[in-house]
C-alpha cells in the first residue's frame, strides 16, 4: 500500500475510488460519502451534491425527488437521468413503479394496465368517465376527446353519437318524433314537444288524434274548396243546360225547313201545270183541229 508524501500529503501515484487528487482527502464532484463511492443524484443546475451526505443544497431538476435527487418524485418515472414521463392512473392513488411507469397493483376504473394511461374502449377523457361509443361499424371513439371518426349508427348525431338527431328520440334514438308545434323538434329523450302539438293532435306526444279538431280544421281548410266547387259545379250545369236547349232548338227546326221545302216543291208542279194548259202551241194544235171539220 502506497504512501502519501509525508510533508504534503500529495498521492503521487493517484487516487482510489473517486477522491480527489492530489490528496485524495475529499470526493471528486459528483460523488459523495466516505468511501466516494456514491454517485449523486439530479442536482438544479448540474451542481455538485453534498459530499458527506449527498443532498442537493439548492433543490433537484425537474420531477426528481430531494433532498438526494435520486429518484422520480410521486407521479412519475423514468431513468436515473430522466424523470419526464407521468405515471398513469393506479388503482388507490398509488405511485407507479419508478423505473418502468407501471401500475403493480392495477388501475382506476376504465383504465387498460398495466400503465393505466390510455381508456379502455368506449371511454374517453382524462379519468376516462365520459362513455362514448355508437360508432359506425362498431369502431371504438377517439379516447381524448370521444369522436366517431367515421359516423354513427342509426339515428344518432355527429360527432359524438351521443345524442339523437333532431326529430327522433328514445335511448337508441329509433322512435320518430310526433307532430311538434312549428315543426319544432321533440325532447329527444321522452319525445315530449316542450312547445306544443299541431291544433289536431294531443299533447304531450302529439302523436294521437283529436278528430274533432281534426273535423273542425278540415271543415275550415276546406270551406273555400266547398263553395269554389259549387260555382264550378253550377257553371257546368248552365253551360250543359244551355247544350241541351240548343240541341232541342235544332232538332225543332229540322221538320219545318223540311215542309217548307216540300210545299215549294207543290206550288212549283202547280204552276208548271198552270203554264203548260196556257201555251200557245197547245192553243194552236186545237185550232187547227177544229178547222178541218
Not at 454517485?39 to 431538476?61: H, S
Not at 371504438?140 to 376527446?145: E, P, T
Not at 291544433?199 to 302523436?207: D, E, F, N, Q, T
Amino acid at each position: 500500500m502506497e504512501v502519501c508524501d509525508k510533508q504534503n500529503g500529495t498521492c503521487y501515484h493517484g487516487c482510489i475510488n473517486h477522491f480527489k487528487e492530489p490528496k485524495c482527502d475529499v470526493c471528486e464532484d459528483g460523488f459523495y460519502n466516505r468511501s466516494c463511492s456514491a454517485m449523486c443524484g439530479k442536482c438544479v443546475n448540474n451542481e455538485a451534491c453534498d459530499k458527506d451526505t449527498g443532498e442537493c443544497r439548492n433543490g433537484c431538476q425537474l420531477n426528481f425527488k430531494p433532498p438526494l435527487c435520486q429518484v422520480c418524485k410521486t407521479g412519475f418515472y423514468g431513468s436515473t437521468t430522466n424523470c419526464r414521463s407521468r405515471c398513469g392512473h393506479c388503482k388507490d392513488n398509488a405511485t407507479c413503479e419508478n423505473a418502468s411507469g407501471r401500475c403493480t397493483n392495477g388501475c382506476e376504473q376504465q383504465f387498460v394496465a398495466p400503465y393505466c394511461q390510455v381508456c379502455m374502449d368506449g371511454f374517453y377523457g382524462v379519468d376516462c368517465k365520459t362513455q362514448c361509443g355508437n360508432c359506425l361499424h362498431m369502431e371504438a371513439c377517439d379516447k381524448h376527446n370521444g369522436t366517431c371518426h367515421h359516423g354513427c349508427i342509426n339515428n344518432l348525431e355527429m360527432p359524438l353519437c351521443s345524442e339523437c338527431q333532431d326529430g327522433f328520440y328514445g335511448i337508441t334514438c329509433n322512435v320518430t318524433c310526433g307532430n311538434c308545434k312549428d315543426g319544432k323538434p321533440c325532447d329527444k329523450d321522452t319525445g315530449e314537444c316542450m312547445n306544443g302539438c299541431d291544433s289536431y293532435v294531443k299533447p304531450p306526444l302529439c302523436k294521437e288524434i283529436i278528430s274533432s279538431k281534426l273535423q273542425e280544421e278540415r271543415c275550415t281548410d276546406d270551406g273555400t274548396s266547398f263553395s269554389w266547387s259549387y260555382v264550378v259545379i253550377g257553371i257546368l250545369g248552365i253551360l250543359l243546360a244551355i247544350a241541351v236547349a240548343f240541341i232541342v232548338y235544332l232538332k225543332r227546326q229540322r221538320p219545318v225547313v223540311q215542309h217548307d221545302k216540300q210545299k215549294t216543291s207543290t206550288q212549283d208542279y202547280d204552276n208548271l201545270t198552270v203554264l203548260k194548259e196556257n201555251h200557245p202551241y197547245a192553243t194552236m194544235s186545237f185550232e187547227t183541229n177544229d178547222s178541218h171539220y
